[in-house]
Each structure stands twice: as C-alpha cells, then as structure tokens.
C-alpha cells in the first residue's frame, strides 16, 4: 500500500519561498500522479497543481505564476515551491495522488505550514 | 472553473438517524465525483468515487448517487464515528471541491 510523508518547514516568512517535499514509500513514483491540496486554517481543499513521473505538471491557474513542482525519481519523491508567500498561503499541505482525472485516493497526514514574520 | 456547492453548511443528526448530503456542480461534471470525510486534525479520507463507487474498505451505510450536475451523499444509520466534515469533489475539469457539509450530533 502506498504511503505518502510531507516533510519541510513550518514557518516561512512573507515574500519568501515555501518549500515541501512529499516521499512516496510503498510504491513507484513512476506510476500514477502525485499532487499536492491545501486547506487553509477552518476553510477547505484546494487542488494545488500535480506531476506525474515524466515531469509533465498541471497547475492550478490561479497559483500558476509562484509554483513549481518537480519529481526525483530516485528518491521517489516530489516537491512544491511556492514564491512570494504571503499570510494567505497559510495552510495545512497535503500531498495526494491519484491516476489523472480520477479521485485521490491516498493522501498524506499533511504539514501545517505558517507564513509570518 | 467549475465551482461545487454544498448544501446544507451543518446537519445536525441524531445517532442511528439518516444523513442526506447533497452537492451541485456548476456544470455537468457526469460521474466524475468524489466524496471525502474529514475529522479534525486529519487527512481527507476518500469515501466514494465515479458518484458511487465506495472505496475500499468503506462501510455500506455510505452510498452515493447522481450524475451530471447533482448528487447526493447518504449515510443510512449514522455511527458516533461519522460525526465529521464532508466534501464533495469534482475531476472532470481541472480539479475543484466544496465547501463543505459538517455533520453534527443532534
């Protein structure tokens, strides 16, 4: 059975980079889509954006300009990086995967990470 | 975008009572809708998928049913254990949830 680890900092300052990793155990990387969801603080989900193995990503247009997400399939793991944070990026990061257009099935337990200075 | 709307905000139950949920899509999403319950301090959990397809290891009080733009949760006896929030979510276009139904004791 897949499981899936978030892993990065907790608090990041406003106007800096939010960076998270997300390590798959259990499984290949090199299947299925690995995505990352949000939920800010008493509010809801958020899809994030996505990337299968090849690299190929979709991000969510209203995040696209401050995102990249990346894969290293030897660690069999993927990455988020979030630019020019700001209090509003203040959330709950959760990394998920499913297989394209489809449900996500697995989910990770999440990091909460906070913006402020 | 398409856009999910839940309905209602909170449902107070009563334990062993039925619990009917329901969710609007924007536009038709057919049956590319999924249901997730949330308890405090965790992960979504994937409940139902294709609008009614349960996921493993998911009890047979949870059933979903609909298509197109409207769809329904119901939990047919609710346990202490289904005290919680639920989305709704959508995978036909990009990737969109609701807003939430939170289930409360009566």
């Known amino acids: 059975q897949v499981q899936l680890q978030e892993s990065g900092p907790g608090l990041v300052k406003p106007s800096e980079t939010l960076s998270l990793s997300c390590t798959v155990s259990?499984?290949?990387?090199?299947?299925?889509?690995w995505n990352w969801i949000r939920q800010p603080p008493g509010k809801g989900l958020e899809w994030i954006g996505s990337?299968?193995?090849?690299?190929?990503?979709n991000y969510n247009p209203s995040l696209k300009s401050r995102l990249t997400i990346s894969v290293d399939t030897s660690k069999n793991q993927f990455s988020l990086k979030l630019s020019s944070v700001t209090a509003a990026d203040t959330a709950v990061y959760y990394c998920?995967?499913?297989?394209?257009?489809?449900?996500?099935?697995?989910w990770g337990q999440g990091t909460m990470v906070t913006v402020s200075s | 975008e398409i856009v999910m709307t839940q309905s209602p905000a909170t449902l107070s139950v009563s334990p062993g009572e039925r619990a009917t949920l329901s969710c609007r899509a924007s536009?038709?999403?057919?049956?590319?809708l999924a249901w997730y319950q949330q308890k405090p301090g965790q992960a979504p959990r994937l409940l139902i998928y294709?609008?009614?397809t349960r996921a493993t290891g998911i009890p047979a009080r949870f059933s979903g049913s609909g298509s197109g733009t409207e769809f329904t949760l119901t939990i047919s006896s609710l346990q202490s254990e289904d005290f919680a929030v639920y989305y709704c979510?959508?995978?036909?276009?990009?990737?969109?949830f609701g807003q939430g139904t939170k289930v409360e004791i009566k």
């Open positions: 536009q038709s999403v057919t049956s590319n």
């Open positions: 998920a995967t499913n297989s394209g257009y489809d449900a996500f099935h697995i």
């Open positions: 259990g499984g290949s990387i090199s299947s299925y889509y």
């Open positions: 979510h959508q995978y036909t276009k990009w990737w969109t």
């Open positions: 990337i299968q193995y090849t690299g190929s990503t």
């Open positions: 294709g609008a009614s």
